[in-house]
């Protein structure tokens, strides 16, 4: 048995080949000479936002301030203003640090160690460790305490000095939130971070 040809078909197949080959054609490699200052910058450009959207109003690099009203949130390693004028402190939470990275055994919970520094303004400013707490993605919340072995900071940050001290809590490993309550129990800055033992 023969099978017809269907010259329909391969009349189509031919014009989309033709089709194809033209536009391949039309197309061309555009390349640029490191060095031609002016054709890199053209190449890099790009548009500018519609002016319908609002201008950009805030430095997201600015340090933030902190309030029993209106508390701060930002990362660890930020620093945080809370107070105003000349009497307002600097306070910065960096970590946490945890030991056992890379360890073929990543436990559910590890040892966490943050460091605080605390710039004071022009009044002192108490330093207590169960004015901190640490909570984490779960809902628990931790109470860090100053690390054994290490030198106890004063009572209180002198004006227009700084002290840096270890709080140190065991955590699960996960996202976190360090926070500082100045009077006990009203935060006014709180740093995320992540708990990392991988």
Same mark, same amino acid.
């Given at each position: 048995m023969r099978t017809a040809r269907r010259p329909g078909l391969l009349a189509a197949v031919l014009l989309v080949a033709a089709v194809l080959a033209g536009a391949l054609a039309g197309c061309s490699a555009t390349t640029t000479t490191h060095g031609d200052a002016a054709a890199d910058k053209r190449d890099t450009k790009y548009g500018s936002l519609p002016s319908f959207l609002p201008?950009?109003? %805030?430095? /997201?690099?600015? =340090?933030?301030?902190?309030? =029993?009203? !209106?508390?701060a949130l930002t990362t660890e390693g930020d620093t945080v203003r809370v107070g105003s004028g000349a009497a307002a402190a600097l306070v910065t939470v960096t970590g946490p640090e945890v030991p056992g990275e890379g360890l073929p055994y990543q436990a559910?919970?590890? /040892?966490?160690t943050w460091t605080v520094t605390i710039k004071a303004g022009s009044t002192a400013v108490a330093v207590d460790p169960r004015d901190f707490s640490?909570?984490?993605?779960? *809902?628990? @919340?931790?109470?860090?305490? %100053?690390?054994? *072995?290490?030198? @106890?900071?004063?009572?209180? =940050?002198?004006?227009? /000095?700084?002290?840096? %001290?270890?709080?140190?809590? =065991?955590? @699960? @490993?996960?996202?976190?939130?360090? !926070?500082?309550?100045p009077d006990g129990a009203h935060p006014v800055a709180s740093w995320d971070f992540e708990v990392e033992n991988d």
């Open positions: 201008k950009q109003s %805030f430095d /997201t690099d600015s =340090v933030l301030t902190g309030s =029993v009203g !209106r508390p559910g919970a590890t /040892t966490c640490s909570s984490d993605h779960l *809902g628990a @919340v931790y109470a860090p305490q %100053f690390v054994a *072995g290490q030198p @106890v900071p004063p009572a209180s =940050v002198a004006p227009h /000095t700084t002290t840096s %001290f270890e709080l140190r809590a =065991v955590m @699960v @490993v996960g996202e976190g939130l360090m !926070r500082w309550a």
